[in-house]
């Protein structure tokens, strides 16, 4: 392939010399030059020529195994090899101005994102306060709208849970722990999590036992499900039901009989942001949990899908055979 790329790059160089070549060899033709003249001339040309042609392709393929290193250790440093020429190192003192500009932005941009992260982080943990205070004078002075008022503040903590989960999905610094766990009872983390919201809607679950363990992040995961199920009582009508349990090949499934997701919206519900027909219609989607549900789970060797008719219900399958992860000992 270097080669190739020389003989590209020296075309011109070589039609020249050929033409040159061609032209010494028709006036010695012309001046009727001894044959074995004609011939020794020819080969200590020819020679020179080759013997050039080669130190220039032993420079050209140093430069150009340099230029690859360079290329390699970018964006960190833009180490270019020695020019080799005033044309060269014009086009250098122009990479490194553009690179020395690029570095400066990039830092300017990361200072911004830790700078927004260390905000949210600090209001996240700042609002647990008055949402403590609030559950706790909801439960010493009990009233008629106890119940609603603590689902509403439920549905709060959901959001902030939500904040804290990006943030930190958003930092290099976020930790997987990854290792067999028992799935039925990180299901049930999250079923207990939500009683009193499935209580609330009048949603019925059937939860049927998996008998499953996976390989996975026990943390991470769990949060994975409990959107799952925000989204399946979010969107299921009083007397509908949610539905828990597993199919073969290690797929975990959550299936509702919901008010399901329009075909328009389907290929669009992973994108941040999107809140789609129901979203608009109830009002009550931020856009961001499919988003992150999802990102979760690829950062944890899984897949996500979704199935849906409007007003039939939706089934979501998430598969949980990993892909090559990093386990931790027992």
């Not at 205070?133 to 939500?162: C, N, S």
Request: proline content about 4%.
């Amino acid at each position: 392939m270097k080669l190739l790329s020389y003989f590209r790059d020296r075309w011109k160089i070589m039609f020249l010399l050929a033409v040159c070549l061609g032209a010494y060899t028709v006036v010695l033709c012309l001046y009727r030059t001894d044959g074995e003249a004609l011939e020794y001339g020819l080969l200590v040309a020819g020679l020179v020529i080759l013997i050039g042609f080669l130190v220039d392709f032993l420079r050209y393929r140093r430069r150009f195994d340099n230029l690859k290193q360079a290329k390699a250790q970018l964006p960190y440093e833009l180490d270019l090899p020695a020019p080799a020429g005033r044309k060269e190192r014009e086009y250098q003192q122009l990479l490194q101005t553009l690179f020395a500009q690029y570095r400066q932005l990039d830092n300017a941009g990361q200072t911004a994102r830790r700078e927004t992260q260390d905000y949210y982080s600090l209001w996240v943990h700042q609002i647990k306060v008055p949402i403590a205070a609030m559950d706790l004078l909801l439960q010493t002075h009990p009233g008629p709208d106890t119940p609603a008022l603590q689902g509403e503040l439920f549905k709060v903590r959901r959001y902030v849970e939500m904040v804290l989960s990006y943030l930190r999905l958003e930092s290099s610094t976020t930790d997987y722990l990854i290792r067999r766990y028992d799935l039925d009872k990180i299901i049930r983390q999250g079923v207990r999590k939500f009683a009193s919201l499935f209580i609330l809607s009048q949603v019925k679950l059937e939860f049927t036992p998996t008998n499953l363990s996976v390989l996975t992040d026990e943390k991470w995961l769990g949060f994975a499900m409990e959107q799952l199920l925000s989204n399946a009582v979010k969107y299921t009508k009083p007397g509908g039901t949610v539905k828990i349990y597993a199919k073969p090949e290690q797929v975990l499934v959550v299936e509702d009989t919901g008010i399901g997701i329009a075909p328009e919206d389907l290929p669009r519900i992973w994108d941040k942001g999107f809140t789609g027909l129901n979203g608009r219609m109830e009002q009550k989607s931020t856009g961001l949990g499919l988003y992150l549900c999802r990102r979760v789970l690829s950062n944890l060797g899984h897949s996500i899908q979704i199935f849906s008719q409007p007003g039939k219900g939706t089934r979501v399958e998430v598969e949980l055979k990993p892909k090559e992860l990093w386990v931790a000992e027992e």
